[in-house]
């Protein structure tokens, strides 16, 4: 496949990429849309399925089937690898949406192989496993020539980005619509202070901030699932029910939730990072079932104009916390979070957020209009180059050393688990005292 632009993007296919601004013509020139995707109709039923069966898969499940204003939607298959987190999204979702929810027990799938026989039954396929599956699952959907809302982040490791990558291309090639859960593209008070800064309100961009700082968000201790159980749990049972704290599934979190912030200085800077340097560890959250991801990271991103931006994320209780995003440029600064754009020795603007509509639902009333209508809609290389770049910044604190984006995307070896099975030999296991290896910076090698 070719090797994706990290240089700056122009400003129209940049926003068309990040879906904030939709051009509204239909694409011409690919593969029969008739073939592989719905155009034109608001009577037709659009079936979907969802793969994954957590908490945000049970958010996007009905998000999806809050789109039935713009025509009929029923959610018809279900896959997870546990059953009671299939079960339980099926009975909440079948109390909020009692008239579109339609998954019989033949057609709830369980187990490793159960995305594939959930995405053959639909039209939309919503994948919100952990993110170390996306890779393969969105390969699966594209190939099956299903459009897609998959979640953030889309892949762990560069090996997954490429896989997202060559699989967009192929999306776009047979008019598949694509949604990725980076929302704030999807918000208005983001779309018009960025519009504003694109139009030269605070004038070039020269240095940025932006922060996940704030608390851990869950945790499954292993006596606790044990004891719930009744048996031991297989590592692989345990790492995935224990997810976030395991790179090959999770990122860390600086890929796992951070991304939303680094991906805001993106769009602003209508481009990627060509470099990173950092340092990060973990100071507090340690023991036996903390897995092995960093409770802290500090990044150097270097654009390719040379402009730097600083991105930090912990998780540590009890210290300062932000959710932000800032920029700075010759002519003025914005709180991007904030929608606040301030020019030097000028008025400020501020966007007013009330009645804002939520940019969760907002996602996916532009998806399903663009499937409906067949608008172009593909976020799928905005997506992966996000995600590429919230990697980037790991493997820098991981490593201790400067990372730089064009090899990173060179890089094949993949930190997935080769056999995907219960009783799998797992790459990432703990040591005799149960505590999993950390990253050493400085011994560390970037993959
Ligand atoms: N956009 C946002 O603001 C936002 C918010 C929350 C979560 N997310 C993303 O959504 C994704 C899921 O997060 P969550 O909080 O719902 O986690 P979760 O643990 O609640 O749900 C994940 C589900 O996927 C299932 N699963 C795991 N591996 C699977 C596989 N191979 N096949 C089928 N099912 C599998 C799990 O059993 C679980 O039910 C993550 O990528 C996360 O980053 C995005």
Redesign the pocket.
């Known amino acids: 496949m070719n090797e994706p632009s990290i240089i700056p993007v122009n400003r129209r296919s940049f926003l068309r990429r990040s879906g904030g601004i939709l051009s509204g013509v239909a694409l011409a020139g690919a593969l029969d849309p008739a073939r592989y995707a719905h155009g034109a109709s608001t009577s037709e039923e659009l079936k979907i399925a969802l793969?994954?069966?957590?908490?945000?898969?049970?958010?996007?499940a009905s998000q999806a089937l809050n789109t039935n204003g713009l025509g009929p939607v029923k959610l018809v298959a279900m896959?997870?690898?546990?059953e009671d987190?299939?079960q339980g999204?099926l009975s909440n979702l079948s109390k909020q949406h009692k008239d579109h929810v339609k998954v019989d027990k033949e057609s709830q799938f369980i187990?490793?192989d159960?995305?594939k026989k959930a995405i053959a039954m639909a039209d939309v396929v919503i994948l919100?496993?952990?993110?170390g599956?996306?890779p393969m699952?969105f390969e699966e959907a594209i190939a099956q020539g299903k459009h897609v809302f998959m979640?953030?982040?889309v892949a762990t490791d560069a090996a997954g980005v490429n896989r997202v990558l060559a699989a967009a291309k192929i999306a776009k090639e047979k008019n598949l619509k694509v949604g990725v859960?980076?929302?704030r593209h999807h918000s208005k008070g983001y779309i018009e202070t960025i519009k504003r800064i694109h139009d030269g309100a605070i004038g070039d961009i020269t240095s940025a901030r932006c922060y996940w700082n704030g608390a851990t968000?869950w945790l499954k201790k292993r006596a606790d699932l044990e004891k719930a159980a009744g048996r031991k749990l297989t590592e692989m049972e345990y790492q995935?029910?224990n997810?976030y704290y395991f790179s090959w599934?999770c990122g860390d979190h600086i890929v796992?939730?951070h991304i939303?912030n680094i991906d805001v200085i993106n769009w602003v800077k209508k481009g990627f990072p060509v470099k990173a340097s950092g340092m990060g560890g973990c100071e507090v959250r340690k023991g036996e079932d903390y897995g092995e991801i960093f409770d802290h990271h500090a990044v150097e991103f270097e654009y390719a104009d040379g402009s730097r931006c600083s991105s930090f994320c912990r998780h540590i209780v009890g210290c300062w916390n932000s959710v932000s995003e800032h920029v700075v440029g010759t002519k003025g600064k914005s709180s991007v979070d904030r929608h606040v754009i301030s020019p030097t020795g000028g008025d400020a603007w501020r966007f007013d957020a009330r009645g804002e509509k939520d940019a969760?639902q907002v996602e996916h009333d532009d998806l399903f209009d663009a499937i409906r209508n067949n608008k172009e809609y593909n976020e799928a290389e905005l997506g992966a180059m996000s995600t590429a770049t919230a990697i980037l910044g790991r493997e820098a604190t991981y490593s201790g050393v400067e990372v730089e984006m064009a090899a990173f995307l060179k890089r094949s070896r993949s930190i997935f688990p080769p056999n995907?099975a219960w009783d799998a030999d797992m790459p990432v296991k703990p040591g005799k005292d149960g505590i999993y290896p950390r990253a050493v910076p400085g011994q560390y090698k970037p993959v």
Request: glycine content about 16%.
């Open positions: 793969v994954g069966c957590g908490g945000r898969g049970s958010g996007a896959a997870d690898v546990f987190r299939l999204a187990g490793f159960a995305y919100t496993t952990p993110p599956f996306r699952m979640e953030k982040p859960g980076l929302q968000p995935m029910r997810w599934i796992e939730q939303h969760y995907l």
